[in-house]
């Protein structure tokens, strides 16, 4: 059974009881804990619990310095980051922080990493990154995720303040609008209700939607540009496009409108209608 002893341990001591440490609003209990005083240096070894404000971390051994930096190992390592709303778990979880900065504690987690947020919201990644306090995170090496009706399947992700940005994106979508974007790269701003202000996305751009009649199309080109305020996304570059209806267009622009879900054909247009015989 844990004990909650918080003591000052008298050089390099060591406790092979369940005890636990406490530094600049961080603590780790274990059942067996080495700390130097002098370094600040820490491990821990059996049923770890690492608490960081209200930010808990659990796995079966953790290793470095209690004031800026903890190494938590585990079976998977499981972890609550209160301030996210978030569960995670992971092969391994890394902490760190520089105490002299306000709102720089770093979770990083490697090895089928798993975030849960609310009873919908994921994502699954090799790596993630996330700074608890503010809204950076990134995401590395096949992601897959789930945001409040946007999903994301991608090389890499990632969003640091009102800037995000996506590597090889299979597939960015917004469920509930019903249209979705694939490229190379994808980069723009967001607003801090997490809604996409501007986009491009540059390299095998593929955008799919649906008009207000429920038919299907498809654009394609070497650049979009979306805009919230006009609510258009603007493909470029053998810019091309068909429907499921058998219609195909090409043009120097074609710009989708999000709001009248139509495509307007600018430049060099050419409209083909195919009928069945």
Known sequence: MKKTAFVIFAAAAVCIATVAFSQTNGSIEAEELNYNINTKAASAVGSVVFTKGQDVLKGDRAEGFVDKQITMYGNPVRGDIVSRNA??????????????????????AF?????????????????????TGR??????????????????KAADLMRSGEDFRGIKVAKLENRKEKYAISADEIYGKINDKDEVQSAVAHGKVVFDHTDKKGVKGRLFGDKAVYDKKSGNLVVTGNAHGIREDGKTIKADMLVYNEITKLVEAKGNSKITFVTDK
């Open 87 to 108: 569960t995670v778990s992971a092969s391994k979880a890394v902490w760190t922080a520089d105490p002299e900065v306000e709102n720089s504690d770093c979770v990083e």
């Open 111 to 131: 090895g089928e990493v798993k975030i849960r947020q609310g009873k919908v919201n994921f994502l699954n990644a090799p790596e993630v990154k996330v700074i």
């Open 135 to 152: 809204k950076v995170y990134e995401a590395h090496g096949g992601v897959e995720l789930l945001y409040n009706n946007i999903y994301a």
